[in-house]
């Protein structure tokens, strides 16, 4: 069965930092990129991060450009999303999909795969 699984979610403070994961089963991530995505309550989805298949090359939107880190472990079939300095407009359910046709239409492009997602809540 062909699924990708996001973890790592949870409560943090302003300021504080989580790690999502990005796990694959039925298929190998090798040859996919991988974008992330949030939705906050009562928000449209918007695209966050956007890691390239072969290079690893990156892309962020302006709002978590220099705080937020994508990366990936081929070894694991896992792509992260390191978040540093979260802020509470941070808030929401965070899912990672896989472009189409690459980075370079995401995020508008039409997605292969998603995850159900992880929440993510920036709160003292």
């Given amino acids: 069965q062909v699924q990708l699984v996001e973890s790592g979610g949870g ?3 302003p300021g504080g930092s989580l790690r999502l994961s990005c ?3 039925g298929f190998s991530l090798d040859y996919y990129a ?3 995505f949030r939705q906050a309550p ?3 989805r918007e695209g966050v991060s956007c890691i390239s298949s072969s290079y690893g090359t990156t ?3 302006d709002s978590v450009k220099g705080r937020f880190s994508a990366s990936r472990d081929y070894a694991k079939n896992t792509v992260y999303l390191q978040m540093n300095d979260l802020k509470p407009e941070g808030t929401a359910v965070y899912y990672c999909a896989t ?3 690459g ?3 995401y995020p508008r492009g039409e997605m292969d795969y998603w995850g159900k997602g ?3 809540t920036v709160s003292a």
């Fill in 103 to 105: 980075c370079h239409t």
């Fill in 118 to 120: 992880t929440l993510v």
């Fill in 42 to 44: 009562g928000k449209e």
């Fill in 11 to 13: 409560l943090v403070q």
């Fill in 59 to 61: 892309y962020y939107a």
């Fill in 99 to 101: 472009p189409r046709y």
């Fill in 34 to 36: 991988i974008g992330w």
């Fill in 23 to 25: 796990s694959a089963s």
